[in-house]
């Protein structure tokens, strides 16, 4: 018996699912009222109420030739207290509807027949022979109803194998499957025992341009655990994690994995950071307080995690709050959450405090990035602390954090405001050492910074490296750099990077060109003056009348005096002046 209900089974189903339907449009369904005839309804309905019973139904619905009639005595049918429909009637009516080519209702039929708790399937699948002759018409399936039978096979638990025929006849009719189709699919497997293949189809959704939802991993998570694979639980639940699932729905995985026994620390931690990157802190933190019910211990990216929220939200009361709590369980911060707690203190003029969080993690070893060490070391010199500043600077160094020539040039500008000029040739020198790079406007600050009467033997040196080094000071700065050079007799010092600007810039005025020429006679070094006076007459330009005298050698005491005078034009208050405004 049992081989020949087999034979049968697949018999029916060979007929069946060959069979390709589409849906049309109920406009294509005859409207009932103008087809069955209202005298042909209420007899058909009273020859039921006198014998209410699936077979006489089965008649009835099989001896009315009108097909819409038929429709409306099935559905007056099913809605009565003794429930007529079975598959032998939802078979009578759907090779009805097949006759007339009428796919609406028909699938409409096809997927409450299949969610039926009937006990034969077999019975269900011989009644769907009468719609073989589809196949000839090119009608195919439509999704919803293909769905709906699998739906129904796993639901009633119809076994692999004609799970997976009637899902092979549905690809082979052409029906692309969407996720609830694979969904269907990996569950099918699932129950089988057929968890690796179940893997494999999941692994194979993107070929089918499908993206696996919340409900495709909770099949394989549950179906996992109860083969006793639980690190791939625990590994398909980090991946739905990245996917990005509803945040609620990992967040009940997560509980049944815990239930099992199958969490850890960092699968609390990245759904916190999840709902932290998401802003919701306040779910984040009744996790938290969950988590530690459930004897786990937040560790540094958890409070990283939350730390960060707080201060993307600018809420710099609660992060600092939260650091205490770090603080008091000897924990650290990450490099981000770290950096971003010192910017919103210094933000929000809590510098001291930030101060603390920065020296808190250097005896750990964090690294700050450079735009928070700049915002707290601009609050130390803003605020007078200057020796603060420069230890901050060092600590940092400590550290492994970088610093730029920002960070240098803040605390420059704030020495020299103090009129601390060998401090600044220190951190000149610490800069040197520690390889910090300079661009053509770092050259520039930096320069303009050391015009003055104690550093301009370096402002010397400084202004060779850069034009070795390719490097030119803006017209302004040259002409600033020269008249002090002249002033202090350093002229020759810099001959060579002079007559590398005037050729490489060509913008030198007559005034510049005559300081120089005097400059450097006055110093001594009349062959290097030459040079630049052939400059100067290539341009068609002649020196003034004390130049001249110079270079003729005619020039006496006196009129040395009135050179010297000339210089001190430039005086001494200028460049202070020049410092002074680029502080402010």
């Known amino acids: ?114 969610r039926l708790k009937a006990p034969a399937l077999e019975q269900a699948l011989n009644g769907f022979a009468g719609i073989q002759h589809a196949t000839s018409a090119k009608l195919k399936l439509s999704l919803s109803a293909c769905n709906a039978m699998l739906r129904g096979l796993v639901k009633q638990g119809s076994g692999l194998r004609l799970f997976m025929l009637v899902y092979m006849e549905i690809v082979k009719s052409g029906v692309l499957p969407d996720v609830e189709t694979l969904n269907w699919l990996i569950q099918a497997l699932c129950e089988s025992g057929r968890v690796d293949l179940a893997l494999i189809q999941f692994d194979r959704m993107s070929k089918k341009r499908c993206s696996p939802n919340s409900h495709t991993f909770e099949i394989l998570i549950i179906a996992l655990c109860s083969h006793n694979r639980a690190d791939e639980a625990v590994d398909l639940f980090y991946k739905m994690l990245q996917l990005r699932c509803t945040l609620l729905d990992s967040v009940r995985y997560l509980e049944k994995l815990h239930n099992s026994g199958l969490v850890d620390c960092e699968s609390w931690n990245i759904v916190i950071t999840h709902f932290c990157n998401q802003g919701n802190i306040r779910r984040a933190s009744e996790l938290i307080g969950r988590m530690v019910v459930s004897s786990f211990a937040p560790d540094e990216s958890t409070y990283s995690a939350i730390i960060s929220c707080y201060c993307r939200l600018g809420l710099h009361i609660d992060a600092l709050g939260m650091f205490r709590r770090v603080s008091v369980n000897d924990l650290s911060l990450n490099s981000e959450s770290f950096s971003q707690l010192v910017e919103v203190l210094c933000h929000t003029e809590r510098n001291p405090e930030a101060i603390e969080v920065f020296k808190y993690h250097c005896k750990r070893g964090c690294s700050l990035t450079n735009k928070s060490l700049d915002m707290l070391i601009q609050g130390s010199c803003l605020s007078g602390r200057i020796r603060e500043a420069v230890q901050l600077r060092s600590l940092a160094v400590c550290t492994g954090t970088s610093c730029t020539f920002f960070t240098y040039d803040i605390i420059i500008q704030a020495l020299l405001h103090l009129n601390k000029e060998k401090d600044v040739l220190v951190l000149f020198a610490q800069m040197v050492m520690e390889g910090c790079l300079l661009d053509g406007c770092a050259y520039t600050s930096l320069l303009r910074s050391f015009l003055t009467k104690e550093t301009i033997f370096e402002a010397a040196i400084l202004f060779n490296r850069m034009v070795n080094q390719a490097f030119f000071p803006d017209q302004e700065t040259f002409e600033l750099l020269v008249n002090d050079m002249a002033l202090f007799s350093f002229l020759n010092l810099v001959a060579q990077s002079l007559l590398k600007v005037v050729n490489t810039r060509g913008t030198v005025s007559p005034r510049i060109y005559n300081i120089i020429i005097y400059g450097l006679i006055k110093e001594g070094f009349k062959n290097e003056a030459c040079k630049f006076l052939d400059q100067m007459l290539e341009k068609g330009w002649v020196p003034d009348s004390r130049t001249h005298q110079v270079l003729v050698g005619n020039i006496g005491g006196e009129e040395a005096r009135e050179v010297d005078q000339l210089y001190q034009t430039v005086d001494d208050d200028n460049v202070s002046n020049i410092l002074l405004e680029e502080l402010d």
């Open 1 to 114: 018996m049992a081989l020949k209900a087999v034979s049968r089974l697949r018999s029916a189903r060979w007929r069946l699912l060959s069979a390709k339907l589409i849906y049309r449009s109920c406009s294509d369904i005859p409207a009932s009222a103008g087809t069955g005839s209202s005298s042909e309804f209420d007899t058909a309905i009273r020859s039921l109420k006198n014998n209410l019973q699936p077979e006489r139904l089965t008649r009835v619905i099989d001896s009315t030739p009108d097909s819409s009639l038929a429709l409306r005595i099935f559905r007056w049918a099913s809605h009565q207290r003794y429930s007529l429909r079975t598959v032998d009637t939802y078979r009578c009516m759907i090779s009805k509807l097949t006759a007339v080519e009428n796919r609406d209702d028909m699938d409409s039929l096809l997927g409450e027949m299949v």
